[in-house]
Nanobody, 124 residues
């Protein structure tokens, strides 16, 4: 059974850093695009970043460009989201997802597999 499991969320002060991890298992995701999204209470799910498993192609939302970095550990079937200079408005549930599109989609509807999410809270 295909599974994506996020970890690494928590409570951090503004200006701090976190590294979120997404462990992929249960099927071969090597041909999939991996993405990170977040959803704050009362808001729509927001695209953050996407990457292919070679790590050579990446795409970021303007809102996190320069602060967040997406990367992959192919051997470990793990995708990461390094978050630096966190702000209170980054507070949300963060989700890892996989898409069979072949291109770096920013649309949630293109992603067929989703993790359960990990919570990030940033205090001011």
């Amino acid at each position: 059974q295909a599974q994506l499991v996020e970890s690494g969320g928590g409570l951090v002060q503004a200006g701090g850093s976190l590294r979120l991890s997404c462990a992929a298992s249960g099927r071969t995701f090597s041909s999939y695009i991996m993405g990170w999204f977040r959803q704050a209470p009362g808001k729509e799910r927001e695209f953050l970043a996407a990457i292919d498993w070679s790590g050579r192609r990446t795409h970021y939302a303007d809102s996190v460009k320069g602060r967040f970095t997406i990367s992959v550990n192919t051997a470990g079937n793990t995708v990461y989201l390094q978050q630096n200079n966190l702000k209170p408005e980054d507070t949300a549930d963060y989700y890892c997802a996989a898409a069979a599109t072949g291109f770096l989609s920013s649309k949630p509807k293109d992603y067929g597999y989703w993790g359960q999410g990990t919570q990030v809270s940033v205090s001011s």
